[in-house]
């Protein structure tokens, strides 16, 4: 059930031809409307890490077991902090976004360097 939940919020966040959850809203009966509860919170995590990098702010990210991480985002402007715990799956959707490459400090696939050719 692991394995489709993640794959639900791939298809779903996938920017070039996303599943539309209106359309196959049956895909998200059950234990599956999780999906979509995941992919709002990488979405708003994203325009948050956009907006610190927009600022020259890193957030703080300590490395969990097991591959997750944490993220402690300090807000640019008012006097608070938000933090956000990820499994490695959501990590490895978070790090498909430029700010989620760059706070998670990995390059991201449109600035990773084409492989040289031999």
Known sequence: ????????????HEEARPL?????????AGEAQGA???DRHL???EQHLQLLRDHGQRPRV?????????LVLPHPT??????ATLSAEEAAL???????????SRPSPAEEPAAKQG
């Open 20 to 28: 539309s959850r209106n359309k196959h809203f049956h895909a998200f």
């Open 94 to 104: 978070l790090v498909q976004h430029p700010a989620g490459a760059w706070a998670l």
């Open 78 to 83: 008012l006097s608070v902090v938000r933090t």
């Open 43 to 45: 979405r708003d995590l």
């Open 62 to 70: 300590r490395a969990l077991p097991g591959g997750g991480v944490q």
């Open 36 to 38: 979509l509860r995941i």
């Open 1 to 12: 059930m692991r394995d489709f939940l993640y794959r639900l919020v791939r298809r779903l």
